[in-house]
């Protein structure tokens, strides 16, 4: 049996061998099917993205369903759902800026990056936000 680790790697793997396989077939069919692979490539990676959430959620929801049965208070050990976002960003980043490049050249680098940026800024700031709110009471 494959560990989750093992899975990733080769979830990865296969998003990688699906992105050089969409840029050989671009290659070779000029720019007339450009938009579907691309279309297409991005869907791969949307699918990869819903399931590996997916499987946070549920282990994050049985840890503290865990915790609740014990009686016990949730402790944030390890990373907590931040530096998941961050490194989610930073795999994507890849590809997008690939595409982006592919596409747009500097330009369109500069947008993906902008993009990708402003997510994880907005998510900071959210955080942020909350943690502000749970001192005041005249916030809630």
Excluded at 26 to 49: C, D, M, N, P, W
Excluded at 50 to 66: N, P
Excluded at 116 to 126: E, H, L
């Amino acid at each position: 049996m494959m560990s989750g680790r093992d899975s990733e790697m080769n979830h990865d793997s296969d998003l990688r061998r699906d992105l050089d396989a969409a840029v050989q077939t671009r290659k070779e069919l000029g720019e007339t099917y450009e938009a579907e692979l691309i279309e297409s490539f991005l869907e791969k990676v949307e699918q990869r993205i819903d399931t590996t959430v997916d499987k946070r959620v549920r282990r994050q929801l049985a840890e503290q369903q865990m915790v609740i049965a014990r009686g016990g208070r949730s402790s944030q050990s390890g990373p907590g759902p931040a530096f998941g976002l961050a490194a989610l960003s930073l795999v994507l980043a890849i590809p997008l800026s690939a595409i982006a490049v592919t596409q747009a050249g500097l330009a369109g680098l500069l947008i993906c990056w902008g993009g990708i940026v402003g997510v994880n800024a907005c998510y900071a700031g959210r955080d942020l936000l909350r943690r502000g709110r749970t001192g005041r009471e005249d916030w809630d």
